[in-house]
């Protein structure tokens, strides 16, 4: 087996042209503050939010320093505070636990599926526990919306979407961020839009939008958003609402602009490749294609695969095959924490009861991504190697 595989996991494509020539300009005229602005002047963050808005849907955007700092706010305007609990996804990354214990909350955590969407049922027998779910889209796995929010509506709870890898999806139609209270996302490097870092809030309630700019430190500057609700709603909000800086700046912005354009093709272009890869890894004897639910429109920008109840050893072993044919898989089963891969029961600041169901499918998920820098032929190679050593350990197991 002489097949080895040459390209960057990692690597992504370069920033549009339009965008490297909008970041001269701000750079050129020197106001890269979101608030330093000419007579007449919007300013590239303002008109990010505006373009971000209209993309989703919502009455308002905001713009922020990253994806966590937006969970956090979110979670902060609506009110979580200290020794609060909230509900959220067993199966996620160490920013959304983080998220809730910036503002002294606690996790409450919820089961995962085979289908690696939150567990309604678990869910549903939660539900009582806390006022706020944190809901994470982990990996772009969208769960039925329509008979989550049922769920929390009934038990009176609010829901904020962390659409860190659902950016540009859609569950029935509705785009991701906008079935629950507050949409959050992230436009770090490695998510759907890359301005290296930064993070978009999306949501329709006035007062939520309006502690949300106050929060990411406008210094009462608010009249300078486009995508924000009117004066008044800040006036009933500003004197209780503290300032706790992460703004985004015109530059990130001028970069994401142009990305924002072309996002839809940019992902439909991740899941033709994620379907490449499927289809190559469809009937590997010994794993698990994580099926599609014909509501969901995801992107695909990086693609999970269940080694179901094989033993650790023989998985490290698939994984060690692999990275040595150059195909980076993460594995969720691993005892420490590395690298994007974590557990909920990872964290020491977070207390967790154990999950035997949830451990059992996050003991067989392999994670890997699919840059766009990727072919459709470098997606099919991919699946090719995965499904020879798959195979090959599968066999002598
Ligand atoms: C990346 C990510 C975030 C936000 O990340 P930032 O790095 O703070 O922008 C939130 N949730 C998940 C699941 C993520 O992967």
């Not at 999306?202 to 486009?226: F, P, W």
Request: glycine letters at 10%.
């Amino acid at each position: 087996m002489s097949d080895v595989f040459k390209g960057s996991f990692t690597q992504q494509e370069p920033i549009p042209e339009e965008g490297i020539a909008a970041a001269l300009e701000v750079m050129r005229h020197g106001r890269l503050h979101r608030y330093n602005l000419a007579p007449g002047e919007a300013g590239e963050v303002a008109l990010l939010e505006e373009e971000f808005a209209a993309f989703t849907g919502a009455r308002y955007a905001l713009a922020v320093a990253s994806g966590g700092y937006a969970l956090s706010t979110a979670l902060r305007a609506l009110g979580v505070g200290p020794g609060d609990r909230v509900l959220s996804n067993a199966f996620t990354l160490a920013p959304v636990p983080g998220a809730i214990a910036a503002v002294g909350a606690r996790p409450v955590f919820v089961g995962v599926t085979e289908r690696l969407t939150i567990d309604l049922a678990d869910l549903e027998a939660k539900a009582g526990m806390a006022d706020v779910l944190l809901l994470s889209h982990m990996r772009g796995h969208i769960a039925d919306m329509d008979r989550l929010m049922a769920i929390c509506e009934a038990a009176g709870v609010t829901v904020v979407e962390d659409c860190a890898h659902t950016m540009g999806a859609a569950w029935r139609g509705v785009p991701s961020g906008r079935h629950g209270r507050v949409g959050c996302y992230s436009t770090q490097t490695y998510k759907h839009m890359n301005a290296g870092e930064g993070g978009l809030l999306v949501t329709d309630d006035d007062e939520v939008m309006a502690r949300a700019v106050i929060l990411s430190g406008s210094y009462m500057l608010y009249d300078r958003h486009r995508a924000a609700p009117p004066e008044e709603v800040f006036a009933r909000v500003k004197y209780d609402t503290p300032n706790i800086s992460g703004r985004m700046d015109n530059l990130r912005a001028a970069i994401l602009r142009p990305q924002l354009r072309r996002l839809p093709e940019q992902c439909a272009a991740w899941t033709a490749r994620y379907r490449t890869v499927e289809e190559g890894l469809r009937g590997t004897p010994g794993l698990t294609v994580i099926e599609r639910a014909a509501k969901e429109s995801f992107v695909g920008s990086s693609i999970q695969v269940l080694l179901l109840d094989w033993a650790d050893a023989a998985i490290e072993e698939v994984v060690a095959r692999c990275k040595a044919r150059g195909v980076e898989l993460k594995w969720f089963g691993g005892p420490e924490p590395v690298g994007f891969t974590s557990r909920y029961d990872s964290w020491r600041y977070a207390a967790s009861d154990p999950m035997p169901e949830t451990d059992r499918i996050l003991r067989g998920i392999l994670d890997m991504r699919l840059p766009l820098t990727f072919s459709l032929a470098d997606c099919a190679q991919i699946a090719r190697i995965i499904r020879a050593e798959v195979g090959a350990v599968y066999q002598n197991g």
